[in-house]
């Protein structure tokens, strides 16, 4: 009986009241929605101040190697040495190689080449299914890629140097020749000398 003597005694609130009440939710609103505006204008000022975002790895240097890329087949004294793909990889910022010779027991390898522009030269990493870890360093000479660097003999005597150059040809072909020396560039001996043809397209 009480709660219900208690509802019944509540007062009804008056009109200024409601009045008061919807005239403060208006006033909120308003007021967050001032402040909201000009927020959202320095946002799209800031947008507009920012720069375009440049591609990574799209300066000139970067190119100097592209005459390497597609998928080719690989002569040596007019024998299939074996395929090679080079492609770009990473955002354009390297070419990966990926090399099979040919037959039962011709050598798989892949290599990274990437224009390393802290030193402002190319730079190769090779391994193949031989163990064999070979790190280059050069760059462009009158349009040849220059790449050399040195690796422990094979025969345990000493430092070998090895300097491999790639010769774009005109008419599309590119000329790779391996020389290694183990008189410090006094004497080259001739490695590899292979041609690199487009290969066709698979049908």
């Not at 920012?50 to 005459?67: A, G, I, M």
């Not at 430092?159 to 774009?168: A, D, E, G, L, V």
């Not at 020389?179 to 006094?186: L, P, R, V």
Request: aromatic share 8%.
């Amino acid at each position: 009986m009480i709660a219900f003597h208690n509802i019944h005694n509540k007062q009804a609130p008056n009109g200024s009241m409601v009045a008061k009440f919807k005239m403060e939710s208006v006033m909120k609103f308003l007021l967050s929605l001032a402040l909201l505006i000009p927020m959202a204008a320095a946002a799209q000022e800031m947008d507009a101040d920012d720069p375009v975002p440049t591609k990574l790895c799209s300066s000139p240097e970067y190119q100097q190697f592209d005459f390497w890329i597609g998928d080719w087949n690989v002569t040596s004294d007019g024998q299939l040495a074996g395929t090679n793909s080079v492609h770009p990889v990473h955002n354009g910022c390297a070419l990966q190689e990926n090399w099979q010779g040919a037959g039962a027991g011709g050598i798989s390898g892949t290599s990274f080449n990437i224009f390393d522009q802290a030193t402002g030269r190319w730079h190769q990493t090779w391994v193949d299914d031989s163990g064999t870890l070979l790190l280059l360093d050069g760059g462009l000479v009158d349009g040849v890629m220059v790449l050399s660097g040195q690796r422990p003999a094979r025969d345990g005597n000493g430092m070998t140097q090895h300097r491999i150059s790639w010769t774009p040809n005109p008419d599309g072909s590119v000329r790779q020749l391996w020389e290694a020396s183990k008189d410090e560039g006094g004497s080259w001996t001739v490695l590899f000398d292979g041609l690199y043809v487009e290969a066709p397209a698979n049908p």
